[in-house]
């Protein structure tokens, strides 16, 4: 069992930057696929950014490619996700997502809002 607990999220203006933060608890994140998800308001849920157990592979949505990066500290606990040139559009309530595929496990965190406006 996992709880995840995000934060990071604020106002910030176009062009700016923001980095968000996944922290766990009651198991280590060492055997799980991490990602984050987006949900703007009228538009469905959507991953943005994916890493894998190791570490060694990571995706992206295409409207984040580039401009986003995907973390993670099993030391800490810890994924992170660095958002820079921030658009409106990435306006969106920001989820963590935990999956272990053996045993077809999935946690989620409660979001944090990111608002990007002047």
């Known amino acids: 069992q996992v709880q995840l607990v995000e934060s990071g999220g604020g106002l910030v203006q176009p062009g700016g930057s923001l980095r968000l933060s996944c922290a766990a608890s009651g198991s280590t994140l060492s055997w799980y696929t991490m990602k984050w998800y987006r949900q703007a308001p009228g538009k469905e849920r959507e991953s943005v950014a994916t890493?894998?157990?190791?570490?060694?592979?990571?995706n992206y949505a295409d409207s984040v490619k580039g401009r986003f990066t995907i973390s993670r500290d099993d030391a800490k606990n810890m994924v992170y996700l660095q958002m820079n040139s921030l658009k409106p559009e990435d306006t969106a309530v920001y989820y963590c997502?935990?999956?272990?595929?053996?045993?077809?496990?999935?946690?989620w965190g409660k979001g944090t809002l990111v608002t990007v406006s002047s």
């Open positions: 890493i894998t157990s190791a570490g060694g592979s990571t």
């Open positions: 997502n935990a999956r272990l595929y053996i045993g077809n496990m999935e946690y």
